[in-house]
């Protein structure tokens, strides 16, 4: 009996997290559409996120662009089909490294941020202050990050993708003597909108998971500076594994034959 | 019918097994400054946030105009939270907006009033409370903490509520600086004519803000009266808690 009494318990408190999280996505989502709507908030929340994510998030496309032309090119290289260089390279940014790398970045970023700001504002009283105000603190606070996150997050996938590729193209062309003009007509006779839309529709979800789970995690924070830090630590962990897993199951739907 | 603006009728509230409100009654006449006294964790706290619905109670009523607000919730909770301002403990500023639009918060999502509208009701609420118009455009970050509370109670102020709360105003400032604000307080709600709560420990503060002290002691009233009867209200409890005694029926668990 000892050694079920406490598997119950973590079974109980892992459901009653679940339901919470479910009742703040599903209220995070009918007051999307609910007024009054805080533009302002949202357009403020649209430079933080998306502004200034631009050079982390292209910088991690860049390298990663680059580093994948070369693994490509010496893994193919073994069996003589470097030609596909430029074509793996385009698939592979824009279907799963663009979103996924630019969503892990921003889940550090902004994820971090939100739940550090929204935390805080919870153990100093803020987030009441605002309900005296007749002040709804989930359209105030929650809903602006939601719908900024959604916009920012598949315009900074667009970037990356057209950054990643770059990355490839300067390393294939710089450093593994391809021809360019080969290089960039091989690139856009391969890649089809489909590859660049299903990337862009993960972004749109990566975006909902990086601001809710900010949201979420500061919105319940308690116990002072620490439980600020225990927030924003499982901001960060939650929106990246949330991301890698939808991922998959995103990917499984869009490309399964 | 008595004219009470705001009525507690046995109002509980339990943490897991923390007991906090254990049938708490207490009636808040129209226009008058009631003050709750009681050590800490005793819960004042939890009575302010069960009021404001920010704390939902397990049992009991409580009624703001003869409403019970216990089951209202949207549009209904925010006409009434409409007329309620409130001084928090910390004060409470959103660090992200600047001083004048913390104090006119209220009016500019409340009310809808014009931003360049605000800032002026706001300048002027900022004079009331002793504050000039150069701290308008100040970050929160930048104002000491008496300055803070001034902020906050203009923040309170600044829709002209019917009913105002006080969290702990006086906690955390020098004596000074505690008896400017005691004296705003006084000042303010009287040219208001608002209905006011407050709890605190500071003694001093009680008997200038008050009308009205109840003392809460695990979780119920155990007294209640006229400020002016305090010294008199032949109650342990209330003596030792007034007189600041170690010795006496509340006990501070203390391991040596």
Excluded at chain 1, 72 to 101: C, D, H, K, M, Q
Excluded at chain 1, 148 to 164: F, K, N
Excluded at chain 2, 156 to 173: K, Q, R, S, V, Y
Aim: net charge neutral; hydrophobic share 45%.
């Amino acid at each position: 009996m000892n050694i079920l009494q406490p598997i119950g318990r973590t079974a109980l408190v892992v459901c009653a997290l679940a339901g919470r999280l479910a009742n703040f996505a599903a209220s995070a989502l009918i007051n999307t559409v609910q007024p009054p709507f805080y533009w302002r908030a949202v357009l403020q929340q649209l430079l933080r996120m998306g502004y200034y994510s631009l050079p982390v998030v292209g910088l991690t496309a860049l390298f990663t662009g680059g580093v994948l032309a070369l693994q490509i090119y010496i893994g193919s290289s073994r069996f003589n089909a470097e030609n596909f260089v430029a074509n793996i390279v385009a698939l592979g940014i824009t279907r799963e490294l663009g979103p996924v790398l630019a969503g892990l970045m921003v889940a550090g970023r902004v994820s971090a941020s939100i739940a550090a700001e929204i935390g805080t504002m919870r153990v100093t009283e803020q987030i009441d202050a605002l309900t005296t105000l007749s002040t709804n603190p989930v359209k105030y606070l929650i809903v602006p990050r939601v719908v900024a996150a959604i916009i920012c997050l598949p315009l900074l996938v667009a970037v990356a993708d057209i950054i990643g590729i770059l990355g490839g193209f300067l390393v294939a062309t710089q450093s593994l003597d391809f021809n360019p003009s080969v290089y960039i007509r091989s690139t856009i006779d391969f890649i089809e909108v489909g590859d660049v839309t299903s990337g862009l529709i993960k972004a749109a979800v990566f975006g909902f998971i990086i601001a809710l789970m900010g949201c979420f995690n500061g919105y319940y924070s308690e116990g002072g500076a620490q439980g600020v830090g225990r927030a924003t630590t499982n901001a960060v962990v939650s929106a990246s594994i949330f991301i890698l897993a939808s991922n998959y199951f995103m990917t499984t739907i869009f490309f399964s034959e | 019918m008595n004219d009470y603006k705001i009525e507690l009728s046995g109002v509980s509230k339990s943490f897991g097994d923390k007991h906090v409100l254990q049938g708490l009654t207490l009636n808040i006449p129209t226009g008058s400054s009631v003050v709750v006294i009681g050590g800490s964790g005793t819960g004042k706290s939890v009575m302010l946030k069960s009021i404001l619905g920010i704390v939902k109670p397990d049992a009991g009523s409580i009624r703001i105009d003869r409403q019970d607000v216990t089951k209202l919730s949207g549009k209904d909770r925010s006409k009434v939270l409409s007329k309620i301002g409130m001084l928090f403990q910390g004060a409470a500023l959103f660090d992200s907006l600047p001083v004048w639009q913390n104090v006119s918060f209220g009016l500019i999502q409340g009310q809808g009033v014009k931003r360049k509208e605000a800032r002026e009701v706001a300048i002027e609420m900022l004079a009331k409370v002793g504050l000039g118009k150069d701290v308008a455009s100040l970050s929160p970050a930048e104002l000491s903490g008496g300055m803070q509370k001034r902020v906050g109670l203009a923040r309170a102020i600044a829709t002209h509520p019917e009913i105002i709360f006080f969290d702990e105003p006086t906690t955390g400032l020098d004596p000074i600086m505690a008896d400017v604000i005691n004296d705003l307080i006084v000042e303010r709600v009287q040219e208001l004519g608002a209905t006011t709560l407050s709890i605190t420990h500071d003694m001093a503060s009680a008997r200038k803000i008050a009308d009205y002290i109840a003392m809460i002691y695990h979780g119920k009233i155990v007294w209640a009266g006229a400020a002016s009867d305090i010294d008199n209200s032949g109650n342990e409890v209330v003596d030792q808690f007034i007189h600041g005694r170690a010795d006496g029926p509340i006990e501070i668990d203390i391991k040596r």
